[in-house]
T-cell receptor, first 115, second 113 residues
């Protein structure tokens, strides 16, 4: 595709419900990142994949958060037993190569509201 | 640990006036520094990045930023504001480039006609 695509664009969940957020990176991009952006804040790093390998998951806030990228392309961020504090915009980003000087492309995000 | 502080959550300038958005960083190692812009309902877009090659970095849309180690600053400037510059701007730092960016809280830029 032309850019990083995220779906759904908006998600409303009841507290305790499980949700799955999808990210379609730019075709061929090796690196994929997830960030969480709370209202009025800057994005915060959640996790990083290089192809299918999850190399860094240090930013995941709890064991309720789980991310995967089984075939090295599409990634899913899953949140179990959602809580109100999980309400945020979840951003996905990808870059062509595995290292640092590649340009990072962000999706428009999924806005999650937990009621 | 790396961090950035953006001074001023909201900045308003008149069309045609100088734009100055402030960012100070804290880093124990030579950092990579970035400025991103976020337009409503769009993803973050890279404006420019500092990777130690040159202290004055030119980016897209007429923006530039100067790395000043003595002041631990990386302020974003544009000589003449345009209405289309209205957006949210984020400064970010990383010890490793793209990986694990640490963002500031953002500055919302409003352009007054």
């Amino acid at each position: 595709g032309a850019g990083v695509s995220q779906s759904p664009r908006y998600k409303v969940a009841k507290r305790g419900q499980d949700v799955a957020l999808r990210c379609d990176p730019i075709s061929g991009h090796v690196s994929l990142f997830w960030y969480q952006q709370a209202l009025g804040q800057g994005p915060e790093f959640l996790t990083y994949f290089q192809n299918e390998a999850q190399l860094d998951k240090s930013g995941l806030p709890s064991d309720r958060f789980f991310a995967e990228r089984p075939e090295g392309s599409v990634s899913t961020l899953k949140i179990q037993r959602t809580q109100q504090e999980d309400s945020a915009v979840y951003l996905c980003a990808s870059s062509l190569g595995p290292r640092t000087n590649e340009k990072l492309f962000f999706g428009s995000g999924t806005q999650l509201s937990v009621l | 640990a790396q961090s950035v502080t953006q001074l001023g959550s909201h900045v308003s300038v008149s069309e045609g006036a100088l734009v100055l958005l402030r960012c100070n960083y804290s880093s124990s190692v030579p950092p990579y520094l970035f400025w991103y812009v976020q337009y409503p309902n769009q993803g973050l877009q890279l404006l420019l990045k500092y990777t130690s090659a040159a202290t004055l970095v030119k980016g897209i849309n007429g923006f530039e930023a100067e790395f000043k180690k003595s002041e631990t600053s990386f302020h974003l400037t544009k000589p003449s504001a345009h209405m289309s510059d209205a957006a949210e701007y984020f400064c970010a730092v990383s010890p490793f480039g793209n990986e694990k960016l640490t963002f500031g809280t953002g500055t919302r830029l409003t352009i007054i006609p």
